[in-house]
């Protein structure tokens, strides 16, 4: 099942400039993404969402940009702190009948360096 | 802040017998939700619940688990006898409301079948 894919593992980036981290879809259906932030050992923490119906949203730090014609998504961090070294997953839904399934990426290992 | 908790933090079971995964959603919410993610692996959906029922399960989800709201507050997954690919952290979410809306996860049941 490959229809979410966060294609880079990894991704370093020094403390105070921009991170930039990718998502591509397959699925033409989904209708709303979110990006997730994990550590170790502990549960998915929401960060940002956005709609389909949107191009951009905007969270302090943290902007999502949606293209719907690339079927692709990405999450900036500006600027990077050494707090947001973490596990990145980026989720795709389709809202069926109120329930809304979510649909992973691989994950991308962020680290910030001071 | 409403968090979503799981207990236990830790199950470590012998194949074929039978775990209760706990999880107190946030007090509004109305759909809930069970996710695995096996280690190195993505996060997988597992089953979702809303007013009592199932409302959409994966095909991960065969007759050996099942869901239950017992009371007001808790909201378990049994899995009825283990077996050793059951191994994997176990996360429960809830959404406050139908239509596009955010998850939120608990911090995770690490269950280990030896």
């Known amino acids: 099942d490959q229809q979410v894919k966060q294609n880079s593992p990894s991704l370093s980036v020094q403390e105070g400039r921009i991170s930039i981290l990718n998502c591509d879809y397959t699925n033409s259906m989904f209708d709303y993404f979110l990006w997730y932030k994990k550590y170790p050992a502990e549960g998915p923490t929401f960060l940002i969402s956005?709609?389909?119906?949107?191009d951009k949203n905007e969270d302090g730090r943290f902007t999502v940009f949606l293209n719907k014609s690339a079927k692709h998504l990405s999450l900036h961090i500006v600027p990077s702190q050494p707090g947001d070294s973490a596990v990145y997953f980026c989720a795709a839904s389709v809202l069926i009948q109120g329930a809304q399934k979510l649909v992973f990426g691989q994950g991308t290992r962020l680290t910030i360096n001071p | 802040e409403p968090e979503v908790t799981q207990t236990p933090s830790h199950q470590v079971t012998q194949m074929g017998q039978e775990v209760i995964l706990r999880c107190v959603p946030i007090s509004n919410h109305l759909y809930f939700y069970w996710y695995r993610q096996i280690l190195g692996q993505k996060v997988e959906f597992l089953v979702s619940f809303y007013n009592n029922e199932i409302s959409e399960k994966s095909e991960i989800f065969d007759d050996q688990f099942s869901v239950e709201r017992p009371d007001g507050s808790n909201f378990t997954l049994k899995i009825r006898s283990t077996k050793l690919e059951d191994s994997a952290m176990y996360f429960c979410?809830?959404?406050?409301?139908?239509?596009?809306?955010?998850?939120?996860f608990g911090p995770g049941t690490r269950l280990t079948v030896l």
């Open positions: 979410a809830s959404k406050r409301q139908g239509g596009l809306d955010t998850q939120y």
């Open positions: 956005i709609s389909s119906i949107k």
